[in-house]
Nanobody
Framework: HVQLVESGGGTVVPGGSLNLSCTAH????????MGWFRQAPGKEREGVAQ????????YYADSVKGRFTLSQGSAKYTLHLRMNTLKPEDTAMYYC?????????????????WGQGTQVTVS
């Protein structure tokens, strides 16, 4: 049973920063893709940042490039998302997700496991 545990999030003023973290527990298959997605009220879910955990550079949505940084933690299947210069339009529920290979990191349909979500509010 795979479980994604997210932490971080909260409320910040515009221009502030937050850190999100996610760890996947119980995953025993081949090297996965992992990423962060978000959904604001009344809007569709969108990708924020994703990575193939076996190597390569992260992918970022255009709206967060230069402001958000995705990194892998020292523990296996752990992701960190550093969010700087936050804007009100970044307000959303943020979800961590994991996809078994073969996976295209940016394709949300590939992701089989999702966290419960953590709220980010910029106001």
């Amino acid at each position: 049973h795979v479980q994604l545990v997210e932490s971080g999030g909260g409320t910040v003023v515009p221009g502030g920063s937050l850190n999100l973290s996610c760890t996947a527990h119980g995953y025993t298959y081949r090297t996965p893709c992992m990423g962060w997605f978000r959904q604001a009220p009344g809007k569709e879910r969108e990708g924020v940042a994703q990575i193939y955990t076996g190597g390569g550079s992260p992918y970022y949505a255009d709206s967060v490039k230069g402001r958000f940084t995705l990194s892998q933690g020292s523990a296996k299947y752990t992701l960190h998302l550093r969010m700087n210069t936050l804007k009100p339009e970044d307000t959303a529920m943020y979800y961590c997700a994991l996809a078994r290979p073969p996976c295209i990191a940016t394709r949300s349909d590939d992701y089989s496991w999702w966290g419960q979500g953590t709220q980010v509010t910029v106001s």
